[in-house]
């Protein structure tokens, strides 16, 4: 037979063919199948890995902000923040060996970002066949976490008259039964005591002079309200220097109010200076002095205070107002009856000339009920002006409730264990209602 004719029937004998296609075609079908089951493993692998970088970036920010509250600077907090992250990845159990995890953080405006990140590579089995021996893997996480915030803290401190009464009813007698008065006035009238001791053959007269009740107080073992807002300053501002890295993140500033407004510290973040700059002793109890201005002091303070931040640029601001919450216009309303009128409790209004987003918390110094001295029934021992069943002495405490910005930051001082006590649960009652946001 020709040769053409034999490879003609031979093309044209289909017989026993399929075996052979099927087995040509076994090789591409087991990388397909064998291609899905390592891809499944794959996918399964990154899964599990993109959980652990996810907890490894949240181990991370945590660790920064420990970081931050233990006052670390910001390079330590980077150095700190990065090696928690990737200890936590590192530590995964059946990590791929050549998986490389990396956790980045940056600092900026008082928020720290963490950027987390691994490459990895999973051996393959069935794909082995078509030559591909590895399967590439990688992932990226992401993390954002406020570190504690700027706050700027203005106290406002009152140094009126009235802050020279007696701070307990014990140092309001003593004052009664030296002066016949509730206040130590700090009016430059020299007071004189002499005592006399030994038998009558054989006494002895010794003459002491003071400057004048307030000098006789401060040396006598009177406590006035002054004197326990000045310890109640210095012990809070221990509180404050005692928190970590306290000095980076919070500014202080002090101003007094009697007549006049007085800056007494000017904001900074030396905090120490509010210790050595207490407010002076009660303004003079003459007529036109001692008084408390508190309305039309406020706008200038408003305008010192200005608008607050969101803590991370520009600082969120808080207010501690202290006082007795006693509008007095000045010591003439004893002859002039209509000016008895103006001797009130604070007006809420006033406080609002504060921008409406500074927190106000106020320490109340306790008006005591001085009756029957004349000149408090003739003023706050009359009716309320604000449409109480009372008088305007028990107007003073819900006054000044409505001048916080919230009730919790009003505290009443004699509830509380020390005046500096008082300020640092104004502090807590602010940073827990900053963080409720």
Same mark, same amino acid.
């Given at each position: 037979?020709?040769?053409?004719?034999?490879?003609?029937?031979?093309?044209?004998?289909?017989?026993?063919?399929?075996?052979?296609?099927? !087995?040509?075609?076994?090789?591409?079908? #087991?990388?397909?199948?064998?291609?899905?089951?390592? @891809?499944?493993?794959?996918?399964?692998?990154?899964?599990?890995?993109?959980?652990?970088?996810?907890?490894?970036?949240?181990?991370?920010?945590?660790?920064?902000?420990?970081?931050?509250?233990?006052?670390?600077?910001?390079?330590?907090?980077?150095?700190?923040?990065?090696?928690?992250?990737?200890?936590?990845?590192?530590?995964?159990?059946?990590?791929?060996?050549?998986?490389?995890?990396?956790?980045?953080?940056?600092? !900026?405006?008082?928020?720290?970002?963490?950027?987390?990140?691994?490459?990895?590579?999973? +051996?393959?089995?069935? $794909?082995?066949?078509?030559?591909?021996?590895?399967?590439?893997?990688?992932?990226?996480?992401?993390?954002? %976490?406020? *570190?504690?915030?700027? &706050?700027?803290?203005?106290?406002?401190?009152?140094?009126?008259?009235?802050?020279?009464?007696?701070?307990? !009813?014990?140092?309001?007698?003593?004052?009664?039964?030296?002066?016949?008065?509730? @206040?130590?006035?700090?009016?430059?009238?020299?007071?004189?005591?002499?005592?006399?001791?030994?038998?009558?053959?054989?006494?002895?007269?010794?003459?002491?002079?003071?400057?004048?009740?307030?000098?006789?107080?401060?040396?006598?073992?009177?406590?006035?309200?002054?004197?326990?807002?000045?310890?109640?300053?210095?012990?809070?501002?221990?509180?404050? $220097?005692?928190? +970590?890295?306290?000095?980076?993140?919070?500014?202080?500033? &002090?101003?007094? @109010?009697?007549?006049?407004?007085?800056?007494?510290?000017? *904001?900074?973040?030396? *905090?120490?200076?509010?210790?050595?700059?207490?407010?002076?002793?009660?303004?003079?109890?003459?007529?036109?002095?001692?008084?408390?201005?508190?309305?039309?002091?406020?706008?200038?303070?408003?305008?010192?205070?200005?608008?607050? =931040?969101?803590?991370?640029?520009?600082?969120?601001?808080?207010?501690?107002?202290?006082?007795?919450?006693?509008?007095?216009?000045?010591?003439?309303?004893?002859?002039?009856?209509?000016?008895?009128?103006? %001797?009130?409790?604070?007006?809420?209004?006033?406080?609002?000339?504060?921008?409406?987003?500074?927190?106000?918390? %106020?320490?109340?110094?306790?008006?005591?009920?001085?009756?029957?001295?004349? =000149?408090?029934?003739?003023? *706050? =021992?009359?009716?309320?002006?604000?449409?109480?069943?009372? /008088?305007?002495?028990?107007?003073?405490?819900?006054?000044?409730?409505?001048?916080?910005? /919230?009730?919790?930051?009003?505290?009443?001082?004699?509830? #509380?264990?020390?005046?500096?006590?008082? @300020?640092?649960?104004?502090?807590?009652?602010?940073?827990?209602?900053?963080?409720?946001?």
């Amino acid at each position: 037979m020709p040769r053409f004719h034999r490879f003609k029937r031979l093309r044209q004998d289909d017989r026993g063919s399929l075996p052979v296609i099927l !087995a040509v075609m076994m090789v591409p079908l #087991a990388g397909i199948v064998g291609g899905a089951v390592d @891809f499944g493993h794959a996918v399964s692998e990154r899964t599990r890995l993109n959980t652990a970088l996810d907890a490894a970036a949240l181990v991370a920010a945590r660790a920064a902000q420990d970081a931050d509250a233990a006052g670390k600077s910001d390079t330590e907090m980077r150095t700190i923040a990065e090696k928690a992250g990737a200890d936590y990845f590192n530590a995964m159990k059946n990590l791929p060996k050549d998986a490389a995890g990396r956790v980045e953080v940056a600092i !900026a405006d008082r928020v720290a970002t963490i950027s987390a990140s691994y490459t990895a590579s999973m +051996p393959t089995t069935m $794909l082995g066949v078509l030559g591909v021996k590895w399967l590439p893997i990688s992932s990226k996480a992401s993390s954002t %976490v406020s *570190l504690s915030p700027l &706050v700027d803290i203005h106290l406002l401190i009152d140094v009126s008259g009235s802050m020279a009464i007696g701070a307990t !009813a014990a140092d309001i007698t003593k004052l009664q039964g030296r002066f016949g008065c509730a @206040f130590a006035c700090h009016d430059g009238v020299p007071v004189i005591d002499t005592v006399t001791t030994g038998p009558w053959y054989n006494r002895k007269t010794t003459t002491t002079t003071y400057a004048d009740s307030f000098d006789w107080a401060q040396k006598n073992n009177v406590s006035l309200r002054i004197n326990e807002i000045n310890k109640g300053i210095s012990d809070f501002v221990d509180s404050l $220097l005692a928190q +970590p890295s306290s000095s980076k993140r919070l500014r202080i500033s &002090v101003h007094s @109010f009697s007549n006049d407004l007085s800056q007494i510290v000017a *904001l900074t973040s030396v *905090l120490g200076t509010a210790k050595s700059a207490l407010p002076k002793t009660p303004s003079a109890s003459g007529e036109y002095d001692g008084a408390t201005h508190f309305t039309e002091n406020m706008p200038a303070f408003a305008n010192f205070v200005g608008k607050p =931040g969101d803590g991370t640029t520009k600082p969120q601001k808080l207010v501690i107002i202290a006082t007795d919450g006693v509008q007095d216009p000045n010591r003439t309303w004893t002859w002039n009856t209509p000016l008895r009128a103006d %001797v009130r409790p604070f007006a809420p209004s006033d406080c609002r000339k504060l921008d409406p987003n500074v927190q106000v918390g %106020v320490l109340y110094a306790p008006y005591i009920d001085l009756s029957p001295d004349w =000149g408090y029934l003739a003023t *706050l =021992g009359q009716p309320s002006q604000i449409g109480n069943s009372g /008088t305007r002495f028990n107007d003073i405490v819900p006054q000044l409730k409505a001048c916080a910005s /919230t009730p919790k930051l009003f505290i009443d001082a004699s509830t #509380a264990t020390s005046i500096g006590d008082a @300020f640092k649960a104004l502090w807590d009652t602010y940073k827990l209602a900053r963080l409720s946001k």
